[in-house]
């Protein structure tokens, strides 16, 4: 079986394949100049492109170390607020940053149609959000599940990985492989990590001054082979992975990360160490590997070191650059 492995891309020149594709028309929209997505009648001022790569390239850049990761928590609270505020304010507001990251998402796929490539899924979604839709109205709910795909979808980009879809409140992200499996199980997990610190450490505290419940997640990943299909006009991954993923998902606790069989093997020895085989059964749990075993789940227990504060990066191992694929 061939495995494709993807060239290099930077952020900037896939932007400019999407804007010049036959989706997008440039137009002028109530004096102003921009580009209509024919598709989903989304109109994108020209003016906001250039801060718009920015944010998706070099937005993060500066965050090193345990120092500025606490400054990242501090601007996720900012972010938050404003967004708290002109949420309640307008509920219609756009996200650019979000709407492009899609769009990435699809121009990356589209140039490996019919073909086979080694990911990485995550899926994050909010636990107990049918309950809290039922107690809130449904403008509060919009607003939080707002403020929480914003925040975890602008973490994404910095592990070299792409946002595939969102379903309700769930976000769900692929992570090729561009240096090696063991640096894409790598990239997914740390994204994982980060963003249970961002929910907890970030978007929470801003939540409880708002009077708002603080929000819960569950994170799953796993890695292997996927086929890209075109379904339609769209683009989408198919395979075991992406099923799995979403099976490991739902063994995850509250506020829990699991990953599974395939993913924990391509981790280094210092990531395994935050995680621990669970126990499952077998009664519940019936999915099985290619030797017939049963299919090995592990959770996210921590570490000496604490992986969630160092999970946008390290000085000197973990540097974050401008993502380039």
Request: with cysteine; hydrophobic share 40%; glycine share 8%.
């Amino acid at each position: 079986m061939t495995v494709a492995k993807p060239d290099q891309y930077s952020i900037d020149v896939l932007i400019h394949k999407v804007l010049t594709s036959d989706r997008f028309h440039e137009t002028i929209k109530e004096g102003e100049r921009g580009y209509y997505d024919r598709q989903e009648g989304i109109f994108i001022p020209k003016k906001a492109i250039p801060s718009l790569i920015k944010e998706l390239t070099v937005g993060h850049n500066f965050v090193k170390g345990p120092s500025e990761f606490e400054a990242y928590i501090s601007l996720c609270q900012i972010r938050t607020k404003r967004f708290l505020k002109a949420g309640m304010e307008n509920s219609k507001i756009r996200n650019y940053s979000q709407i492009f990251l899609r769009y990435l998402s699809a121009e990356f796929l589209r140039m490996f149609v019919n073909t086979k490539l080694n990911f990485a899924a995550l899926y994050i979604d909010l636990v107990g959000s049918t309950l809290m839709s039922m107690h809130i109205s449904p403008e509060r709910f919009s607003v939080l599940v707002g403020a929480f795909t914003r925040e975890i979808t602008a973490i994404i980009p910095i592990r070299q990985g792409f946002v595939l879809k969102y379903a309700g409140d769930a976000v769900i992200a692929f992570f090729p492989e561009m240096e090696g499996f063991s640096q894409m199980c790598a990239n997914a997990i740390k994204c994982a990590l980060a963003m249970g610190e961002l929910v907890n450490g970030g978007i929470n505290t801003v939540l409880a001054e708002a009077g708002f419940e603080p929000l819960k997640i569950r994170i799953g990943v796993e890695a292997g082979v996927n086929q890209i299909m075109q379904i339609g006009a769209d683009v989408d991954i198919v395979g075991h992975t992406m099923n799995m993923a979403a099976k490991v998902t739902s063994m995850a606790k509250p506020n829990g990360i699991c990953i599974g069989q395939v993913v924990y093997s391509g981790l280094d020895q210092k990531l395994k160490q935050s995680f621990a085989p669970m126990k499952l059964d077998p009664s519940f749990w019936k999915y099985q590997d290619s030797a017939g075993k049963l299919y090995q789940v592990y959770e996210y227990v921590g570490s000496a070191g604490d992986e969630r504060q160092k999970a946008l990066g390290e000085q000197e191992k973990v540097n974050i650059e401008t993502p380039k694929f």
